[in-house]
Structure formats: structure tokens, C-alpha cells
């Protein structure tokens, strides 16, 4: 049987440290701690772990940068970004304009895959989420034509809502342009479904 995956490279922009916190927290979530080890790599500013999610096994390579010239000063690994995420907290709203239009478009500039850019705001001072941020966060989502805009509330289920949404596009991408490819990952995913000790499931 043919080992068919899916490698999906992401970028983050923004909140380091927080990220890597709430992979380590989904990974602990969805997972036996013994296997923990084996599931997930966080190596310097680089997080590599394998998910099932809708019968496809994803092996996911996350590249966090705390700065957008930090991700253009790699033009190579911009390239092959498949989506950036771009996140910030929202304790004030001036954090909502930290992103120009004019920087998303270098990134588009030099991205093969261009345009799938979601923004995500990051309640971490546990402030009041009233309809002035929600507002200023999608007006900002336009203005930089971002594919999605997220805001976290309730870490443990916005999180896994918004990887949930990000894979289910490239799932229906896959499952319509290369349909031979998608049954047999599907196959090989379903057979090692049997062993679940190298990746955590997403449902």
C-alpha cells in the first residue's frame, strides 16, 4: 500500500510563544501523554507534527516568525508557504492595524500560492470582546484580503475550529483535483488509523 500524506507548510506571523503553547496544549488534548514525544517536534522556531483529520493524514510543518520581515528575509521558504497565519492580540485595538496592506503584498509578491492569508486575533489579556473589535478585526480582514479572520475566545475550542476550517479546504481541493491521489490517501489513512501513535486526530 502506497504511503500517500498530505505536507501542508504553514507560516505564523506574531505570538511565538503562544503558539507554541497552544500546539503543545492541542497535541496533550488529543493524545496519550506517553505519545506525545513521538507526535510532535518543536525545534527553535519550528513545529512539525502529523494529523488526521476526514480520513487524510496531514504531516504539518508550522515556521514561526515574530515579524513579517523576518518571513521576507527567507524568500525561499516563503515560496512554498502553503498559508500564513497573522496573528495579534487584541488587548487594543490599535494591535488591529499592525499589519499593512503594502507588506501583505511583498508576501504575495514572492508566495507561489497566493492569497491564503487568515488573520487571527488573540484575546490573551481576558479583555471584553465588544462589537467595536470584532468590527475593527473584519474591516481589517478586507482591507488586507485576507481569506478568513478568526478571533479566540475560548482557546480550546477556537483553536481546533480554526484548523478544522483551514484543512477542510485543502481536503475539498484535494478530494475534487486529484481524486486518484485522495482515495488512496484515504486507504493508507484508514490502515494506520489501527496504530494511532505518531499522529492525533482532529474530528
Known amino acids: 500500500m502506497k504511503k500517500i500524506v498530505y505536507s501542508l507548510n504553514l507560516g505564523t506571523i506574531g505570538l511565538k510563544d503562544y503558539i ?28 512539525k507534527f502529523s ?13 514561526l516568525f515574530e515579524k513579517i520581515k523576518h518571513l521576507l528575509n527567507n524568500k525561499s521558504l516563503t515560496q ?46 481576558k479583555i471584553e470582546i465588544n462589537s467595536e473589535i470584532i468590527e475593527k478585526m473584519i474591516e481589517r480582514s478586507k482591507i488586507l484580503n485576507m481569506l478568513y479572520c478568526f478571533l479566540i475566545e475560548d482557546e480550546n475550542k477556537d483553536i481546533g475550529s480554526i484548523f478544522e476550517t483551514i484543512l477542510d479546504d485543502y481536503v475539498f481541493n ?3 483535483s486529484k481524486p486518484d491521489l485522495y482515495e488512496l490517501a484515504q486507504l493508507y489513512s484508514k490502515e494506520i488509523q489501527k496504530k494511532p501513535s505518531s499522529f492525533i486526530f482532529l474530528s
Open 51 to 63: 494529523l488526521m483529520f476526514k480520513d487524510v493524514l496531514f504531516k504539518i510543518k508550522i515556521h
Open 20 to 47: 507554541k503553547t497552544f500546539i503543545n496544549k492541542i497535541i496533550k488534548n488529543n493524545s496519550d501523554n506517553n505519545n506525545k514525544n513521538n507526535i510532535i517536534t518543536i525545534e527553535n522556531d519550528q513545529i
Open 80 to 125: 512554498d508557504l502553503d498559508s500564513i497565519l497573522f496573528l495579534i492580540n487584541i488587548n487594543k485595538l490599535k494591535n488591529i492595524r499592525k499589519y499593512k496592506r503594502k507588506s501583505i503584498q511583498k508576501i504575495n509578491h514572492i508566495q507561489i500560492k497566493k492569497g491564503n492569508h487568515i488573520l487571527i486575533g488573540v484575546n490573551q489579556n
Open 174 to 176: 484535494f478530494k475534487y
